[in-house]
């Protein structure tokens, strides 16, 4: 089982970036939990950050054919890409979303989730579990 991890913008500054909102942990902290679940659960995973829409929908068509999964966090551009919303049709690979933060209890700017029309399920508010939580889900899912 393969699966594409995808990390949209400012997701590279966790750490630095609110502590109060997304915690203290640095990205790589991330990444690390990432490629840990993976391994202990026999997934081959590729990790990706952008900061640019363009290049994660470009990342998600390359998918296509590769991928069984993919787990996204799209960041701000889950509020605002139709085009994301668009890619993950088009390869139609199982998705789930994943938000660090509570979104449902934040600004009313955050309450539209476009990617989140495309994805099979979606956790937020549990932090960085919510990524383990994303990929076991979704193993248990594919494994059926
Ligand atoms: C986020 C929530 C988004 O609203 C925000 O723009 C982010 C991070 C989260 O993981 O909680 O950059 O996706």
């Known amino acids: 089982m393969t699966f594409l991890i995808i990390n949209g913008p400012n997701i590279n500054m966790l750490g630095i970036r609110e502590p109060s909102v997304y915690g203290a942990q640095n990205f790589d902290a991330l990444q690390q939990l ?5 391994a202990e659960n ?11 829409e363009g ?5 998600i ?4 054919g590769k991928a069984d999964g993919i ?3 799209p960041a701000a551009y889950t509020h605002t890409s139709i085009a994301i919303l668009d890619a993950l049709k ?3 690979i199982p998705a789930v979303e994943v938000h660090i933060s509570d979104v449902k209890n934040r600004e009313d700017f955050r ?3 476009y990617a989140g029309m495309a994805c099979i399920k979606t956790y937020m508010g549990l932090g960085f579990d919510g990524y383990r939580q994303a990929i076991l889900y979704l193993k248990d899912y594919l494994s059926k």
């Open 34 to 38: 990432i490629r840990d679940t993976c």
């Open 42 to 52: 026999g997934i081959d995973c590729e990790l990706f950050q952008s900061n640019h």
């Open 55 to 59: 290049a994660i929908v470009d990342k």
């Open 61 to 64: 068509q390359e998918a296509y």
């Open 71 to 73: 787990v996204i966090n």
């Open 90 to 92: 088009a390869v139609s």
């Open 111 to 113: 309450q539209i989730s």
